[in-house]
């Protein structure tokens, strides 16, 4: 059984149900998984400014841990989730990203599954940049990356995009499609069933 890491951001709650649709997937496939988000960096007046943001926080303060970096460690696959910001991930998760060096530099995120996830206002707002700019930080880490690729007719029904699960949140609202949550938790199939082999 693999144990996999599903580290997140989400200001309003779209990279959230992303992520739990990756975990769900997780554990279908049998592994032993840890939901995880990243610890919030935006002042409390930019959060209250805007009342979705504020009720995402306030929801799952308590609801899911933060993350740390005894998770990556810990296991043997992960997927990462972010909201782009102008084509790239989020200042949140590249900070949690940060803190990974000294686990980088001993060898123990390399030969693990890696994967990513996002969402971002329109289609074309940089959803594929920043799952690729995750690519750079996988290939960093000696991982070996999982993306969902067309393996599933799913991925064409959520929109095709073969890197990684995503929603284009404009004209909607929180929720993702019934289609999106389902190409996620394809997603987090696929990387358990990887990094079971990968670990095996």
Not at 164 to 169: F, I, L, P
């Amino acid at each position: 059984m693999a144990k996999i890491a599903v580290i997140y951001y989400s200001s309003t709650g779209n990279v959230h149900q992303l992520a739990a649709a990756v975990a769900e997937g997780a554990r279908e496939a049998g592994a032993e998984v840890r939901l995880r988000r990243v610890p919030e960096l935006a002042p409390q007046e930019a959060i209250d400014s805007n009342p979705l943001w504020r009720a995402h926080v306030d929801a799952t303060a308590h609801e899911v841990e933060e993350a740390t970096p005894a998770d990556l460690e810990w296991a043997d696959g992960y997927a990462l989730g972010t909201p782009t910001r102008f084509g790239t991930p989020a200042a949140q998760l590249k900070q949690f990203i940060d803190t990974l060096g000294g686990l980088w530099f001993q060898g123990k995120l390399a030969n693990k599954g890696a994967t990513a996830f996002t969402s971002a206002q329109n289609t074309h707002g940089g959803i594929e940049s920043t799952i690729l700019t995750l690519f750079n930080v996988f290939s960093h880490f000696g991982a070996v990356i999982v993306p969902p690729g067309y393996t599933d007719p799913i991925l064409f029904e959520a929109g095709g995009n073969p890197y990684g699960s995503s929603v284009a949140s404009a004209g909607k609202s929180a929720a993702a499609s019934d289609a999106e949550l389902a190409a996620a938790r394809h997603q987090g199939r696929r990387l358990a069933e990887v990094s079971a082999k990968l670990a095996a």
